[in-house]
């Protein structure tokens, strides 16, 4: 029974995407055909001077240039980072734009590392949190070294969510910033509760814990205001476990339809400085624009228009009784790390 049923899950993900083909065709080339398309660009002039704000993997690619522009804004940035010597590079060169920043070392693969960044930054209050760092499905790695999940989904959420909820019981967290990804559309929720959580199903939990927060009540009782970002198909460090064999058809591709890191990084920019609504599911947003006849019909790639397109999420319909069961799963995976004081 258990083979018939992995046959079922890689025909279901094989179909799937045989159906999504045509679409992928279409936003790949809307997105080469973005010079002769209606592309606004957002501004970014938010004056962020006096606000502090931690990104997680700040040192490359996404992150990286977060940091940047938010720093450029005013911001105090704190890059929490595993590569020191790149999270110097990161910080030397905001300091060289008369930019201020900081760097924090956490290492997503481990829990202790990640509960000693939660001790250093609490106290002050933390006015974005970003949870930006990431990996992809193609790491050697498979297993996670603390818990009993892959690796992907340990870094990408896991022990980002197990930040968060150590954070919040020493210091003011005003805001989260959640890094989504279009891959979410293909998540199977149920892999997360059988243990083999990847990619995408790391990338569904980051919009679930996105609209949890902002919803309050669930999670924690008091509403953390929340917005989810989908940086868009971005051309950074995350790739470099393409197969070499593939690598020459890979660039062809993300030199083509990808974005660069900084265009990658506005909707991350933008959600942790825009002004945001009261209480909702959490906004969603993209990188590429949104026709006004229909709003999603460039998610996968597209013209890039600024990062502030509100877009459509798939999510379970019983949304908020599978984010209650996640966050037990989290819990049961995070084990003393979370129970312990901090």
Known sequence: MLIIRHLVVIAGHWGRT???????????????????????????????????????????????????????????????????????????????????AAILRVDLLSFESVRAAARALGGSPIDVLLLNAGTNANVPTLRHPDADCSTVFGVNFLAQWLLLKLLAR?????????????????????????????????KLAMILLARDLDR???????????VAANPGAVSTEIWRYTPAFARPLFDLVARSI????????????????????PATDALYFAPYWQPSLFPSAFEWFGPFSGGANITYCRLPSNERAIASQLWRKCESLCGSALSDPL
Not at 31 to 50: D, I, V
Not at 259 to 269: F, I, K, W
Request: aromatic content about 4%; overall charge neutral.
């Open 216 to 226: 309050g009540g669930g999670l924690f009782d008091d509403r953390i205001p929340a």
């Open 18 to 100: 045989a159906l999504m083909t045509p679409i992928l065709v279409a936003c790949a080339v809307a997105a080469m055909l973005e010079p002769w398309l209606p592309s606004p660009r957002a501004p970014l002039s938010t004056n962020l001077r006096g606000k502090r704000i931690v990104i997680t993997g700040a040192n490359a690619g996404v992150g990286k240039h977060a940091a940047l522009r938010l720093a450029k804004q005013g911001a105090e940035v704190v890059l929490a980072c595993r590569n020191p010597s790149k999270a110097e590079a990161v910080r030397a060169e905001i300091e060289a734009a008369s930019g201020t």
């Open 258 to 277: 990808f974005l660069t890191p900084d265009q990658g990084a506005a909707t991350s920019v933008h959600a942790a400085t825009c002004a945001l609504p």
């Open 170 to 202: 020493t210091t003011v967290v005003r805001r989260v910033v959640c890094l989504g990804s279009v891959m979410h559309h293909v998540a199977d929720i149920q892999a997360v509760f059988e243990d083999r959580a990847d990619y995408s199903e790391s």
